[in-house]
């Protein structure tokens, strides 16, 4: 990024919003950094697949997700894929494959979201119990029309299983 100076205006352990001049467009902009996320389209060997019932403070609702998270320092994205997986969930994967990577909204933040494509899941105990999550396996058929009649309305999420039905990528 070609800046002449930058500014930190807020900080805290999620995010940071910058204030900073562009060099192409002779503009003061602002920007959030936030860490990269991963966003987990994951099937189980029947074909239904694992969405979460997530609530969200700052919209004030219960949405249903696509398991995700953020990329800690240290971890690659597949690593982190694994573990938000988990955590989340419960479940293992033994593949992971990467479907694609994309800036969650280039406009205004840095962040790089990671989809991923998870197979061969096996249950365990979910070891995050600080978010508040409820766990739903549903048929991908399901997904998508909760996708056309608005009931999934989280835009990775939609993403994500979109990409994974019109592109087939297995």
């Not at 997530?54 to 240290?74: F, N, S, T, V």
Request: include cysteine.
């Amino acid at each position: 990024m070609l800046t002449i100076s930058m500014r930190t205006v807020y900080k805290n352990k999620i995010i940071r919003l910058e204030t900073f001049k562009d060099k192409e467009e002779k503009k003061e902009r602002c920007r959030i950094v936030e860490k990269d996320v991963v966003v987990i389209l994951a099937f189980l060997d029947d074909g239904r697949i694992i969405i979460e019932k997530h609530y969200r403070a700052p919209i004030g609702k219960w949405i249903l997700e696509l398991p995700a998270g953020h990329i800690e320092k240290g971890e690659t994205p597949v690593k982190a894929a694994r573990k938000e997986l988990y955590e989340e969930t419960g479940y293992k994967a033994r593949s992971m494959k990467l479907l694609y990577k994309a800036y969650v909204s280039p406009g205004l933040f840095t962040t790089i979201s990671y989809t991923y494509l998870a197979r061969g899941l096996t249950k365990h105990e979910k070891t995050d119990n600080e978010e508040m999550i409820g766990v739903k396996e549903i048929r991908f058929s399901e997904a998508l029309a909760m996708i056309k009649s608005n009931k999934i309305t989280d835009r990775k999420t939609i993403s994500g299983i979109l990409y994974y039905k019109e592109l087939n990528p297995d």
